[in-house]
């Protein structure tokens, strides 16, 4: 997909003069880098920036996950994007210069795993599968079609508000796993706290 900005020649020239303003200030040490996960969503200097090193090594050496504070944890939390941000960073530069003939040391380029088999031309397939008499119910596939399928013909009106409510009798939905959310969430929070009357006396 082809992104298109409109801009003016004046426009432009301003963006230059701030981004060299910042660059300078940041180059003669009167401002510093400030490392935030959207501020750092596009940068191409990650894997090289010193403040989003320090942000992110910071802890490594310091938190232990299983015996952290919760404010420790908190912190931690909070950059976690920011880490694997870097970590993804990392690993695509280590790919860039692989790709590009650099050696890093205990890594190389291997074939990824291969696609799924499927037929070139599946005319031709079904054709020659036909004429070495291959069973049809050995040849198709045939499945149920799913809720989310059925639903649609509902929409069509090919299944009557009737029939959809002794369908939707049929349709069992598991309940989504407990996972972390930051406090704003809009979800309401599970209650998970547990006590020994959640325990059979043995
Ligand atoms: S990675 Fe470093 S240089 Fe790039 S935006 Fe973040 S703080 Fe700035």
Not at 117 to 144: F, I, S, T
Request: overall charge negative; hydrophobic content about 35%.
């Amino acid at each position: 997909m082809i992104s298109e900005w409109v801009t003016t020649p004046d426009a432009l020239q301003d963006f230059v003069k701030e981004v060299k303003f910042a660059a300078e200030n940041i180059y003669l040490g009167s401002e510093t880098l400030v490392p935030t996960e959207k501020g750092c969503q596009w940068c191409k200097a990650k894997p090289t920036c010193p403040a989003i090193r320090n942000k992110v090594l910071t802890d490594f050496e310091t938190v232990v996950p299983e015996t952290a504070e919760p404010d420790d944890l908190a912190r931690v939390m909070e950059n976690a994007s920011l880490i694997e941000a870097w970590i993804k960073s990392i690993r695509a530069e280590v790919e860039r210069r692989l790709m590009a003939g650099t050696p890093v040391a205990g890594y190389k380029l291997v074939q990824g795993k291969r696609g799924n088999r499927q037929w070139g031309n599946p005319e031709d397939a079904e054709a020659a599968l036909k004429a070495m008499r291959v069973k049809h119910d050995q040849m198709y596939d045939y499945k149920l079609a799913s809720p989310t399928s059925i639903a649609k013909l509902v929409k069509a009106e090919e299944i009557g508000p009737r029939q959809w409510k002794k369908i939707q009798e049929l349709i069992t939905q598991s309940e989504g796993s407990p996972s972390v959310a930051p406090e704003s969430d809009k979800r309401p929070a599970l209650n998970s706290s547990a006590d020994d009357s959640d325990f059979d006396k043995i």
